[in-house]
């Protein structure tokens, strides 16, 4: 009975030690948990300093940076505009030979070269070559009898010697031509009108600028005043009564 009886006593203190071991793990969690939201409060309050700081600066340069995206944005249009109209034309003279030159035979091309008095040389040399159409209008380009820009001398030509389907070509290109004065003079407008946009951009950009100059000195000015009128306080505090108004001022930060 008595063994029994010390059995019992033993197992108590045994529980009674494990109590106390799950009471001191317990103190040990709570105490790591308060320093782990201690952290947490520091890191916190360190990122909306640096957020307060980021957001500062850049307040400064927002203003520039619309102004230079808008004076991007209006280039890009401008040189797309311009770009589009250079790569969607296919009214060259040069092109308009490549294409005629099936349409008109050699004899043809005789009747051209007798109607411009071409000599009889090089009026030979043309006809024997490759591209006798081509040939005979590099010649009269270069000797000025047909102008690239105005061919309509040339559509007289054909037209008198009955060569109906260079005729036909040829008036393709001079629509062509007068279609492209238009588009382009069109652009013209575009491009005059976004240089004056341009303009004035740059005109708001210099006075946005002078603005955030003067508000940045406006700043520098109140930051001086605080600063002194703090000071005053400072020495004027020895002199009078304690204050509690007047102790959360000095308690202010030194940055403002």
């Known amino acids: 009975m008595m063994m029994m009886m010390m059995i019992d006593d033993d197992d108590d203190d045994a529980d009674d030690d494990a109590d106390d071991d799950d009471d001191d793990d317990d103190d040990d969690d709570d105490d790591d948990d308060d320093d782990d939201d201690d952290d947490d ?10 957020a307060n700081d980021a957001a500062a600066d850049d ?3 927002y203003i520039e940076i619309y102004i230079e ?10 040189y797309r505009d311009l770009y589009s109209a250079k790569s969607s034309d296919i009214f060259t003279f040069d092109i308009l030979l490549m ?4 349409l008109i035979e050699k004899h043809d091309c005789q009747k051209l070269l007798d109607y411009f008095e071409v000599p009889a040389k090089e009026s030979k040399d043309i006809i024997e070559s490759d591209a006798p159409f081509f040939s005979a209008i590099h010649h009269l380009r270069e000797a000025g009898k047909v ?13 008198d010697k009955g060569l109906s389907k260079l005729v036909a070509v040829l008036t393709v290109y001079q ?8 588009q382009l ?3 013209e407008g575009k491009r005059q009108e976004l240089s004056h946009q341009l303009t004035e951009s740059e005109d708001d950009k210099k006075q946005l600028t002078g603005r955030l100059k003067t508000s940045k000195e406006e700043l520098k000015d109140a930051k001086s005043s605080l600063r002194a009128t703090k000071d005053e306080l400072v020495k004027s ?7 509690p108004a007047l102790q959360e001022v000095l308690k202010l930060p030194e940055k403002l």
Do not use: F
């Not at 520091?42 to 909306?48: E, I, P, Q, S, T």
């Not at 102008?147 to 037209?159: F, G, Q």
């Not at 629509?175 to 238009?182: A, S």
């Open 69 to 78: 995206q808008l004076c991007l944005d209006l280039y890009r249009d401008l």
């Open 59 to 61: 307040a400064d340069t």
């Open 237 to 243: 505090h020895w002199n009078m009564p304690r204050n």
């Open 41 to 50: 409060d520091d890191a916190a309050a360190a990122d909306a300093n640096d």
């Open 185 to 187: 003079k069109a652009l």
């Open 147 to 159: 102008s690239v820009d105005d061919i309509s001398h040339l559509m007289r030509a054909c037209s």
């Open 175 to 182: 629509q062509g031509q007068v279609l492209n004065k238009d």
């Open 99 to 102: 294409c005629s030159e099936s």
